[in-house]
């Protein structure tokens, strides 16, 4: 693969309907296999839905995160679905029995963020070791998905926690923020509107007893951490959104029916004088 051709695809999918990214995207990979890896982790889509038949059926969000090979871990039981060979299975990737624990806490705690700020969806955490990096720091991605009638609401956080003295009594928590939304009009040919939205957040907060024994209470400051994170990140963006891009569109649909309204009213004044001339042609 080239870096022309990868440049390229790039280019490409920012002038394709941001609806249909996903597909874009795999008509790519199909003329270009090789650029598979590198697309997937560079172009955010909407995220999928499975279900874990390890524990109950339960639903868990996919991304490139959590995949190896065509398979996705769930948060939930830590197994691949689809079920992987053996073969496979001992060589794809898995969090380490501490970081596994804190991921535990993490979907729980994210859970309940969840319930309280989208009234439903999907949540899911997923967290991986550091290569080349000293004992306690990590990097993951918080999920959630929200999907309704008038459309959906897909948010990635990818977070990257490394410690900021030697001391560990102090971190450094980074996050980059993806928003993927898409809104349709319940109307016949109504407006719909698509897009991604990423923003970027750092922080150094304090992780209580880093330096001792008490590996719960790391834990616990970890997620009190990366929930405030991703809460402030969650707000600014959704601020922006709010203040910046739906009033941009609002104006644009206004100056639209506007411009409508204008020319509408000319060629009714247009029909009315050609009435009048008609009608003196008649006399």
């Known amino acids: 693969m080239s870096d022309k051709q990868y440049t390229a695809a790039l280019d490409l999918l920012r002038r394709l309907d941001p609806d249909q990214t996903r597909a874009n995207v795999a008509n790519l990979i199909s003329l270009e296999p090789e650029l598979a890896e590198d697309l997937l982790a560079a172009v955010d889509t909407p995220l999928t839905v499975q279900k874990d038949p390890h524990a109950s059926h339960r639903e868990f969000l996919c991304c ?102 030697e001391s560990r009594a102090v971190y450094n928590y980074k996050v980059t923020t993806t928003v993927i939304l898409q809104l349709r009009s319940e109307k016949q040919n109504g407006l719909a509107l698509s897009g991604n939205l990423t923003r970027q957040l750092e922080r150094d907060a304090p992780v209580a007893h880093a330096a001792g024994d008490s590996i719960d209470a790391v834990h616990v400051s970890h997620v009190a951490n990366l929930g405030q ?55």
């Open 64 to 165: 490139d995160y959590n995949r190896d090979i065509d398979s996705y871990r769930s948060p939930w039981s830590n197994e691949y679905v689809p079920e992987l060979t053996e073969e496979d299975a001992q060589e794809s990737p898995f969090p380490s029995d501490p970081l596994r624990q804190l991921e535990v806490l993490c979907n729980d705690s994210f859970d309940v963020y969840r319930d309280l700020y989208y009234e439903g969806g999907i949540s899911s955490v997923y967290l991986w070791d550091l290569e080349d990096s000293t004992d306690g720091d990590f990097a993951g991605v918080v999920l959630f998905k929200k999907t309704n009638v008038g459309g959906e609401w897909d948010s990635i956080h990818v977070v990257e926690v490394t410690a900021a003295d």
């Open 229 to 283: 994170l991703v809460e402030d990140v969650e707000s600014q963006t959704r601020n922006l959104l709010d203040t910046v891009y739906f009033e941009k569109t609002k104006d644009v649909l206004q100056q639209v029916r506007l411009a409508n309204a204008h020319t509408a009213e000319t060629q009714l004044n247009k029909k009315q004088h050609q009435d009048v001339i008609r009608g003196l042609q008649n006399l």
